[in-house]
Structure formats: C-alpha cells, structure tokens
C-alpha cells in the first residue's frame, strides 16, 4: 500500500476518502455523546437522545437524512444538533484531504485515525470539558504502533540513532515527542494546582499532548501547541469579553483549541 497516484486515480482516491469520512463521522458523532456517559458505542442502535427511539437507517445517512428530516427528530420533533451535521463534514473534508496530501500509502491510514481521534476529542472537550482515555490512551498505543511503519519526524532520533536504523529512530522520535511535550505541561498543571489549591489543568489535556506528540514528534508538535494555544487564548478573552464570563473561573475548553491545532499540522506541514 505505497506509491503516487495518477491525478485520475488521485481524485477517486480523494472521493473515496471522503465518502469513508462521512460515514465514519457518523460513528464519531455515537462516541461523542455516549463516551462521557459511560455508554457502549457498539449497542443498542442510534437513538434519539431526547426521546429514546431509534433511528430507522434511513434516518441514519451522513448529511442526507438531516437534510430531508430539517434537523428535527421523526418521533418527537426536537431539534437535531447541528453537531452532527459538522462533524460528518469535518471527518469528510479532513480525510479527503490526508488522501491528497499522502496518496495510495499506509501515511494516509495513520494521518485518518490520527484526525478521527481528534475529532472526536475535539467535540467531547467542548461539550463536556472531558477527553476520554479511551481516545488518548488508546490513541497513543496506536500512535506508537503506526511509528514502526510510518517513520516518525523528529530531529534528536536523527541525533541519537543514526545509520540504517529508521524503526529504532522513528520509535524513538515518537516516544521523545510524547514525553517532552507532556511532561512540561504536566509540571505546569502540577505547580499549578499547588500554588492556587484548584485545578487549572486537567490531566486528560497532559495524556492529550501525549498522543499528539506521539504522532507528530517533538517539532511538529510543538507547532500544534503553538496554534492550539494562540487560537484558545484569543478566541478565549473575546468569549470571556462578549459573555461577561468571570475570567478567573470560567474552564476554557484548551483540548479543543489543541486538537484543532495538531490537526493542520499533518496536513498543512507534511
């Protein structure tokens, strides 16, 4: 599973991902409301979260049937969220263009659960201020597996293991990019929590760092957490400012702001 593609090929390759994007989305938008409730993700089938009814398959289809059913439920008439929706076009788009941006490869395959997994953790951190160690622990484990395949970047595996090594060196790329990443943010969150006696840092945002540093090595992960936290910072005061949140209190969702920041690293620094 390597190699470019014609541009003939290469569009059906980048339709095809999207598509595959589409319905994924659709099981990413199950995890994100049911992993915070401790709720199986495999059964029962979809239900209406304020009726209970399930949803016929007909009901079910990416983007489609909201369309058809204008965002309210068949049953009781409530409104869909336009989570879904976004989410299913999110997936889409950002699979479609891992298929562009890697071709025909197992890079494709690795970038795709890396995106999907965000997704996900993108959604759930703002909705409910929680990321799941289902996706970040999992995550990681996986991350570490596609680095025996996927060559991990990184400038100090180069350093540390040179010559005809690149599964030793890429493993070690990915295990100093989680480390290095996660460990300063836990010690900040840890000083943190000792000096002002409250939390200002979840650990789910540390195990967060992890699976993307794992993924992203230590340079390009510091670009993410560049992005992630420029954008929540600013994006941030102007919410606080329009709503009159209390600055000192208010939880700003800084998973989210992250996982959009390791997002467009893949894509936009390859």
Not at 20 to 36: D, E, H, Q, T
Not at 210 to 230: H, S, T
Request: with cysteine; aromatic share 12%.
């Amino acid at each position: 599973m390597n190699g470019p593609l014609p541009a003939d090929l290469l569009v059906f390759w980048i339709i095809g991902a999207a598509l595959a994007g589409l319905l994924f989305g659709s099981f990413l938008n199950v995890c994100i409301y049911r992993m915070p409730r401790d709720l199986s993700v495999v059964a029962p089938r979809s239900f209406c979260p304020e009726c209970g009814k399930q949803i016929a398959w007909y009901d079910n289809v990416p983007i489609l049937s909201y369309a058809l059913l204008r965002g309210v439920c068949r049953h009781c008439g409530n409104r869909i969220g336009l989570r879904y929706p976004l989410v299913e076009l999110m997936t889409a788009a950002l699979f479609g263009w891992a298929a562009g941006r890697y071709g025909y490869s197992i890079d494709t395959l690795k970038w795709v659960v890396f995106e999907a997994l965000l997704v996900a953790l993108f959604w759930i951190d703002l909705e409910e201020r929680l990321l799941p160690d289902e996706l970040t622990l999992g995550g990681t484990i996986a991350g570490f597996c596609f680095s025996v395949f996927v060559a991990a970047p990184g400038l100090l595996g180069d350093l540390l293991v040179p010559g005809p090594h690149p599964v030793s060196r890429s493993l070690l790329n990915a295990a100093l990019g989680g480390v290095l990443l996660a460990l300063p943010l836990w010690l900040i969150g840890a000083a943190y929590r000792r000096l002002r006696h409250r939390e200002g840092l979840g650990f789910g945002d540390v195990k967060l760092v992890l699976l993307i540093g794992i993924y992203l090595g230590f340079e390009k992960g510091v670009i993410a957490l560049m992005i992630g936290a420029v954008a929540g910072s600013v994006l941030g005061i102007i919410y606080i400012v329009l709503t009159r949140k209390d600055a000192s209190t208010y939880e700003l969702p800084l998973g989210t702001f992250l996982c959009a920041g390791a997002m467009l690293v893949p894509l936009v620094f390859p």
